[in-house]
């Protein structure tokens, strides 16, 4: 079964966007960790994406170039959306969401479809939701070496705890650290 994987820049504090929705607080990548980002990208093979972060993406991602671009643009983009869109990025279409209940069942039918694990790049209410519902099977969380104060936390609106078991820590050369989490296995 495929996996949902969703990668998110954190501050320290756990905030994944300021008071105001502000990301000027993300440092730019490093050699290693933009080296790192591709890696992840060849062991996924669908991105799944927020209707908010696809307009930020598509103003910049089909027109860069690179092999991170490359693979960004080539692969098919999910764009979750309460409703029709027009979508023009290559490989992108939108996935009809009518609330919560609808959201777990079409994940639930991507997760059962054949091929390599889904990135899930949110925005932040659309993550908020897949933690939730338990929707996320790792967590691989970029924590940006700031603490923000107050902001909009990814797990923010959880209603019970979410156990979560340590896989990976890696430092960069920036101050940022990579540290992957993943769900627990369930019988």
């Given at each position: 079964?495929?996996?949902?994987?969703?990668?998110?820049?954190t501050s320290?504090?756990?905030?994944i966007a300021?008071p105001?929705?502000?990301?000027?607080?993300m440092?730019?990548p490093d050699p290693?960790?933009?080296?790192?980002?591709?890696?992840q990208?060849?062991a996924?093979?669908t991105?799944?994406?927020g209707?908010?972060?696809?307009?930020?993406?598509?103003a910049?991602?089909?027109?860069?170039t690179?092999e991170?671009?490359?693979r960004i643009?080539?692969m098919p983009?999910?764009v979750?959306?309460?409703?029709?869109?027009?979508l023009?990025?290559?490989?992108a279409?939108?996935?009809?969401v009518?609330?919560?209940?609808d959201?777990v069942?079409?994940v639930?039918?991507?997760?059962?479809q054949?091929?390599?694990?889904?990135?899930?790049?949110g925005?932040?209410?659309?993550?908020q939701?897949?933690a939730?519902w338990r929707?996320v099977d790792?967590?691989?969380?970029c924590?940006?070496?700031?603490?923000l104060?107050?902001g909009?936390?990814?797990f923010?609106?959880?209603d019970t705890?979410?156990?979560l078991?340590?896989?990976a820590?890696?430092?960069?050369?920036?101050g940022a650290?990579?540290i992957?989490?993943?769900?627990?296995?369930?019988s």
């Amino acid at each position: 079964m495929r996996r949902v994987v969703l990668y998110m820049m954190t501050s320290v504090d756990g905030f994944i966007a300021g008071p105001d929705g502000d990301l000027d607080w993300m440092i730019s990548p490093d050699p290693d960790r933009q080296a790192e980002g591709l890696e992840q990208l060849h062991a996924i093979d669908t991105a799944l994406i927020g209707r908010g972060v696809y307009d930020e993406m598509v103003a910049y991602w089909p027109t860069a170039t690179g092999e991170y671009a490359d693979r960004i643009n080539a692969m098919p983009k999910l764009v979750f959306s309460r409703r029709p869109e027009h979508l023009t990025w290559t490989n992108a279409r939108v996935v009809p969401v009518d609330g919560d209940t609808d959201l777990v069942d079409q994940v639930t039918r991507l997760k059962r479809q054949p091929g390599k694990d889904m990135v899930l790049f949110g925005g932040a209410r659309l993550a908020q939701a897949f933690a939730r519902w338990r929707l996320v099977d790792e967590y691989r969380l970029c924590v940006q070496p700031v603490a923000l104060g107050s902001g909009r936390p990814l797990f923010g609106d959880l209603d019970t705890r979410l156990p979560l078991t340590l896989t990976a820590v890696r430092r960069f050369p920036s101050g940022a650290a990579l540290i992957t989490y993943r769900m627990p296995e369930t019988s």
